[in-house]
Structure formats: C-alpha cells, structure tokens
C-alpha cells in the first residue's frame, strides 16, 4: 500500500523535522590508569532523542536519562561524566561546542557523529516526497558526500579529541540499519528505497571504522545487537514517523538499553 499524497506530504514534513538530528588497543583498563572521567559527545543518536525523559537543562539538545551515556556512567560511577551530545550536532559543532570537558583525566570518550553531515535529513525527505527514482539518487549523492568529503570530517573532530584526551578510551559507535528487507510493512517506501537506505548506513559505518582504526580509537557496530529490532521487524527498537516529530527514526528507550548500551559496554 502506497501512501496517499497528503500523507506523503505529512510525513516528509515530519521527517524534515525530526532528522535534523538530529579497533583501538583492547587493554583498556592499563590504558586509563589515573584517567578515570568519561565524556559522551556526539548527536541526537547519543544524547538519547527518542528515548524520553529529557534533562530539562539540556534545553533542545534533548539529552535522555536513558540514554546510552547516562545508563553506562550509572553502572560504572566513573570519576566524573560530562553529557555534552546534543541533537542537531554535526561534525564542526562536535569540535566547536563539545570538547571543553576533555583533559588528560578523561578515560572514555564514547561518540557518534556523522549522519547529519551526510544529510540523512534530506536523503529521507527526498524519498518519501518524491518516489523511488528520486530517492535513489539522493541516495547516490549522500553515498558520494560519505565516500569523498566524511573521512576529511571525521579526522578533524578524531584529531581534536586526540588532542584533549590523549590518555582516553575512544569508543566510536556506529549507526544502526533503518529497515528489515522483507519485513512487515506495508506502507511507506518501496523496497529498494529501504535497501538502498541500509546501504548508505553500510557506507558511513564503513567509513566511520577506517578512520576510528586509523587514529587507535575502537568502533562498536550497534547492527549486531539491533539485529530483529529494525522497523519492518515487528519488534523495531527505532521509531518510525511519530509525535514529538523530532523522535522520528531514533532508537526507542529499548534501542538505547538494548541497543547501543551492550556495544558500549563491551568495548569501553
């Protein structure tokens, strides 16, 4: 079943909206001897939008008590957690507005960065206003952006952490596949706009590993863990189109718990 053009509309709108996100050395515990803070930087993917319970003072980088971040700093009571992930963030703002509590007491740097850059908020607009054809080229492109121009990006905020925290942990999270490919759904995008999506996520995970190796920084790959939990699965841990629009296509409480927090755990 197709949507009709208003609902179409509808859901470009919303997803506008809401996307406007919005392999180091394994002997961690040697490497962090007298630096023992952890500082989570990154996008709305970290700073929990999506999974409620908003701290109020985080104003609209909406950052989540259940959020990935929070939930780890809880389990572990590092000496100090600074929660600096904000919705929205891009690569430049990481380096501009995130880094100031990293020093050389920093034992953990967890992050995830990348999407908006790429322009995921218009990728997903394109395809579910203008049809498959369209949405396959604004594929191609972002998929061009991610192979060309991210690499550059990423090396300049892995470099400025680098630089903060020589003595940390840094733990770069990826992103996780949006869709089951022949799943549940009925409604929405066509298949090859589903698996062309999954792809482009494919892509900046690639990319986000290369160069997370290059700079001795780990990448925890979260589609292990979401694996069954996609939209199209019938148990999605991502929200699909819903109200608050700005939840759209983020990971659900359960996402973030079940999702991002084992990744974390198990490479921190």
Avoid at 112 to 139: H, P, V, W, Y
């Amino acid at each position: 079943m197709r949507l009709s053009r208003a609902a179409a509309l509808g859901a470009a709108f919303l997803v506008t909206t809401a996307l406007t996100l919005t392999g180091g050395s394994a002997a961690a515990s040697d490497q962090l001897s007298g630096a023992t803070g952890y500082v989570a930087l990154g996008d709305s993917y970290s700073s929990g939008v999506g999974a409620g319970s908003y701290d109020s003072s985080s104003g609209s980088c909406k950052r989540s008590t259940r959020a990935y971040p929070a939930l780890w700093a809880a389990a572990h009571s590092p000496s100090s957690f600074a929660f600096t992930a904000c919705s929205g963030a891009r690569t430049g703002d990481v380096v501009s507005g995130q880094l100031g509590p990293l020093n050389s007491s920093t034992g953990l740097v967890s992050i995830t960065i990348g999407g908006n850059d790429a322009g995921f908020a218009d990728t997903m607009t394109t395809c579910a206003l203008q049809g498959e054809s369209a949405c396959l080229a604004r594929i191609a492109q972002a998929r061009q952006y991610i192979d060309n121009t991210l690499p550059g990006k990423l090396d300049t905020v892995y470099n400025a952490i680098g630089a903060k925290a020589p003595s940390a942990r840094v733990v770069v999270l990826g992103y996780p596949h949006f869709y089951k490919l022949a799943g549940v759904c009925v409604a929405g995008l066509t298949e090859k706009s589903r698996a062309a999506i999954d792809a482009a996520a494919d892509d900046i995970n690639g990319v986000m590993a290369k160069r997370a190796a290059d700079h001795g920084f780990a990448f925890a790959d979260v589609n292990s863990t979401f694996s069954g939990h996609e939209l199209c699965s019938g148990s999605p841990w991502l929200h699909s189109v819903t109200y608050p629009v700005d939840e759209s296509y983020h990971p659900t409480a359960a996402g973030q718990s079940n999702g991002y927090l084992p990744v974390l755990a198990s490479a921190a």
